[in-house]
């Protein structure tokens, strides 16, 4: 009978190089986290999916500001309003500032997170710290066919490389608008479909 590291072969592999899933218990031994993040979760794809279903869910927003105009943000009670500065945002400071201000909103168990990839790596970290469960709204065309599947989230641990802090917090679910696409350059739009 095979185990579960033998089935899979990427548990396998992060098993053997002592990194990525497998989590180190003392003793020498190593283990496999939570099988939470092996659970499946449902991805939506329709024109005004969001409009339609953000007050079934959403607790908390945050939303990047590029797309903070959007009605549906006019709904909510509490809002966060990220304002993007590119990957040097994508840090454990950015993190502390969303913990802060997710207590100072009573702590809700569930948000939606509303952006692009850089956004939705942050705020699933941050939800995996302190439990929470998070809805993926990707506003870009990388996010949608990135940052989105899989429940890979993390940030940057400057001057050492990217995303080498983070964790496996998979969404409850993903609501992707195509009508966003529209608003991206023709730069993020071939850099999403490349991807």
């Known amino acids: 009978k095979l185990t579960l590291t033998q089935r899979v072969p990427y548990l396998a592999a992060a098993s053997y190089y002592k990194r990525g899933i497998a989590v180190h218990c003392g003793g020498g031994q190593w283990a496999l986290p939570s099988m939470d993040w092996l659970r499946s979760y449902k991805i939506y794809v329709k024109q005004d999916i969001v409009a339609a279903n953000q007050d079934k869910r959403g607790d908390w927003l945050i939303v990047d500001a590029g797309v903070a105009s959007h009605a549906c943000v006019k709904r909510l009670s509490r809002v966060l309003v990220f304002e993007n500065k590119g990957e040097s945002s994508k840090s454990l400071a950015t993190v502390a500032l969303i913990l802060q201000k997710w207590r100072n909103c009573g702590r809700p168990r569930h948000w939606l997170v509303y952006g692009g990839g850089l956004l939705l790596d942050i705020c699933g970290f941050a939800a995996c710290l302190v439990g929470a469960t998070y809805t993926s709204v990707p506003t870009t065309l990388l996010?949608?066919?990135?940052?989105?599947?899989?429940?890979?989230?993390?940030?940057?641990?400057?001057?050492?490389?990217?995303?080498?802090?983070?964790?496996f917090h998979l969404p409850e679910c993903v609501w992707i608008q195509p009508s966003f696409l529209t608003s991206l350059s023709k730069r993020e739009y071939l850099s999403g479909g490349a991807e």
């Open 143 to 167: 996010a949608m066919v990135d940052a989105s599947i899989g429940g890979k989230t993390g940030v940057n641990f400057s001057p050492f490389g990217k995303n080498l802090i983070g964790a």
